[in-house]
C-alpha cells in the first residue's frame, strides 16, 4: 500500500487531552500555546487496524481481569522473524509494565546501591534516572562524534570504565535515541565480547527497532551468535511504532534460563506474576503486531520526507545548524554550537517564538551543544515549526 492510502497530513488537536507533549508547556516552561517537538510520541493517530481491534474490544464492553493471550506472543514472535530475521522462543518473552519502569525495576534486582552500571551518553535520560533514583554510580561511557556529526561507542574506553568500576550491568539504546545511530553488527558484536568476558549483563531497549530508515538495519542483539552473549535481557514494544505508548505496554525477551528465572520471580515479587497490562493493551498490540506493517511502512516514508524537510530548510535558512545523520528514530539531533549563544538561551529563544524542542544536556555531557526534535508530526506543522526556528534564530 502507497502512504497516500493513510492520513499523515491531518492535524489532530491534542491539547487538553493531558498530554504531556501538548499540555505541560506552561507547567515546564512558563509559556502556553507552544507547537510542541519535544516527548517522543507521535502527532499521527494510530494505524486503523490497531483503531479497529481498539474499538472492537471497547463495543465489547466487559473489561475485565485478562491474561496477555498466546496469540499476542505469537504475534511478536511473527513480527520480529519477518521484519528483523530475529527468531524469539515463546518460553523467552515476559511482561514488563513499560519499558522505563521495567528497567528500573531491573537495576534494583541485578544490582545493589552504589553499585556502579554503565550507560552511553548522550543517552535517553531515563537511564540516568534509574540509576540515580535507585543509588546506582552512573558508569559513563560517552559516545564519540565525528567530524560529520556522526557518533559511535568507545570500546577502548569501556573497556576502562568496566575494568575501573566493576559494573556488572550495562544498557544499551538500540537504535539510540537521541543521536539516530542504528547499531551495525559489528559494532554489537564488539560490545558483546567485551561485556561476556567481564560477565556484565546486558540490558538492550529496542523500543525504536522498527524506526530504521534504509538502507540501515536493525540487528536485535538477541540475534547476535548465543556464543558471543553475555546474559541479557531485550527490551520491545509496539508502543513507539505504532504510536501507543499512553496504552503502556512492553515485553522483555530473556533467553539465558538463569536470569529469566531471577527476572520472573522479581516480576512476581512486585506482584505482576499475572501481567502488568490492560486488555486494551494486549488488543492494540497484538493488532499492530498482525495487521500493521502497511502502515509502519508508510510512516517511514513520511518520516524519511520529514527528515529531508528539515534538512533542506536548515541547509538554507539556518546553514549554522549541524543535524546528525538519521540511521533510525524521528528524532533529530541538532548541533547548535556555530549560533555563537549558549544552549539555554537558544532554547529560550525558541520557547518564545512559540517552539519547544528537548535540551541535549538532559541526555548527558555530551549533548550540551545539542537541541532534539521530534519530526513525527504533519509536514505542515514541522513547516510551522521549522518558520519559527528561523525567526528565532535569525532575528
Ligand atoms: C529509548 C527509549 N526507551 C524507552 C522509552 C519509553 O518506554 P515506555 O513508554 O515503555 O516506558 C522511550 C520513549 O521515548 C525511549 O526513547
Keep these: 500500500m502507497a502512504k497516500t492510502d493513510f492520513d499523515f497530513e491531518m492535524r ?55 491474561a496477555r493471550p498466546s496469540s499476542l506472543d505469537d504475534a511478536l514472535m511473527s513480527w520480529f522473524s519477518r521484519r528483523h530475521g530475529w527468531v524469539i522462543n515463546s518460553e523467552s518473552i515476559l511482561e514488563a509494565p513499560g519499558i522505563v519502569p521495567f528497567i528500573h525495576m531491573a537495576v534494583r534486582e541485578l544490582t545493589e546501591p552504589g553499585e556502579s552500571v554503565v550507560i552511553q551518553e548522550p543517552v535517553y535520560y531515563p537511564f540516568r534516572l534509574a540509576l540515580e533514583r535507585n543509588r546506582r554510580r552512573v558508569a559513563a561511557n560517552p559516545l564519540d562524534v565525528d567530524s560529520m556529526g556522526r557518533w559511535s561507542m568507545n570500546p577502548a574506553q569501556l573497556e576502562m570504565e568496566l575494568d575501573g568500576s566493576g559494573a556488572k550491568l550495562l544498557i544499551l539504546c538500540s537504535p539510540h535515541n537521541p543521536v539516530g545511530r542504528v547499531w551495525r553488527r559489528d559494532e554489537l558484536l564488539t560490545l558483546a565480547d567485551i561485556c561476556r568476558e567481564r560477565g556484565v549483563t546486558v540490558i538492550s531497549d529496542e523500543i525504536h527497532a522498527d ?40 515485553y522483555a525477551v530473556v533467553d539465558n534460563p538463569e536470569l529469566r528465572q531471577r527476572i520472573s520471580g522479581m516480576l512476581e515479587a512486585l506482584g505482576m506474576g499475572l501481567g502488568s497490562s490492560s486488555p486494551l493493551s494486549y488488543t492494540a498490540a497484538e493488532a499492530a503486531w498482525t495487521r500493521g506493517e502497511a502502515w509502519l511502512e508508510a510512516l517511514l516514508g513520511v518520516l524519511s520526507e520529514n527528515d529531508a524537510l528539515l534538512r533542506d530548510l536548515l ?34 529563544r525558541l520557547l518564545d517564538a512559540g517552539i519547544w524542542l528537548s535540551k541535549g544536556s538532559q541526555f548527558g555531557a555530551g549533548g550540551k551543544d545539542y537541541l532534539r526534535m521530534n519530526i513525527a508530526a504533519p509536514a505542515s506543522q514541522l513547516e510551522e515549526g521549522l518558520e519559527k526556528m528561523t525567526a528565532a534564530l535569525t532575528s
Design 12 to 66: 489532530i488537536d491534542r491539547r487538553d487531552t493531558s498530554s504531556i507533549k501538548w499540555d505541560w508547556d506552561r507547567k515546564l516552561t512558563g509559556r502556553d500555546n507552544l507547537l510542541p517537538f519535544w516527548v517522543a510520541d507521535m502527532d499521527f493517530r494510530s494505524a486503523e487496524p490497531v483503531m479497529e481491534a481498539l474499538q472492537a474490544r471497547l463495543d465489547h464492553g466487559i473489561f475485565g481481569y485478562t
Design 211 to 250: 524506526l530504521v530508515h534504509s538502507p540501515h538495519r536493525f540487528v536485535p542483539w538477541l540475534s547476535l551468535p548465543k556464543d558471543r552473549l553475555p546474559p541479557s535481557i531485550a527490551l520491545v514494544s509496539a508502543t513507539k511504532s505504532f504510536n501507543l505508548p499512553g496504552l503502556t505496554t512492553a
Design 315 to 348: 541547509a538554507q535558512r539556518l546553514p549554522e545548524i549541524t543535524v546528525a545523520p538519521l540511521e533510525g528514530t524521528y528524532l533529530e539531533w541538532l548541533n547548535m554550537a556555530a549560533l555563537g549563544m549558549t544552549l539555554d538561551k537558544v532554547w529560550e
